[in-house]
């Protein structure tokens, strides 16, 4: 699945100049009964997405490696009961579920909701340093109140 296809996912990701990537995500549904007799939906996402590091701005591929298990609820008051009293995510299966709403659902949770990238020369990485390779002088924050201070213990006289 093509994740550009994705109206909720096409925005977070990132191209290049107008260009878009090739990315690909896998995906699989598999329905189980757990040991207590309950309806459970195995999703599992695989594949990279491409994004913009919000530091550097430019493109990286994010690996996404999901795994979800959901209970199924049949109605409203099943779906509060397993909510308050399970960990697992709880969708309500009322009616047919659409599995590329599903898919899309989990991969939207998985996108960082800030992308940075890994890498070493990303410009917001680490500190700036002058050409001479050495930092620069930080001001301190408070200096301002310390010369304020030092104007208001002066003698007026």
Not at 56 to 76: E, K, S
Not at 90 to 95: F, T
Not at 103 to 120: A, F, Q, S, T
Request: with cysteine.
């Amino acid at each position: 699945m093509d994740p550009f296809d994705l109206d909720r996912v096409h925005d977070s990701l990132g191209d290049e100049e107008g260009e878009i990537p090739p990315s690909n995500v896998h995906y699989r549904l598999q329905g189980e009964v757990d040991t207590l007799g309950r309806s459970v939906l195995n999703i599992a996402l695989e594949g990279e997405v491409p994004l913009q590091c919000q530091r550097c701005m430019r493109l990286f591929f994010w690996a996404v490696h999901q795994r979800t298990a959901a209970l199924l609820a049949h109605d409203d008051k099943e779906l509060a009961y397993l909510d308050d009293n399970d960990e697992r995510e709880v969708l309500l299966a009322a009616v047919p579920l659409d599995p590329l709403e599903i898919i899309e659902d989990e991969l939207v949770l998985c996108l960082p909701y800030v992308p940075r990238c890994e890498r070493p020369d990303c410009v917001a990485q680490g500190p700036v340093r002058l050409a001479d390779g050495s930092l620069p002088e930080r001001a301190s924050p408070f200096g301002a109140l310390g010369a304020l201070k030092r104007d208001d213990n002066s003698d007026p006289s």
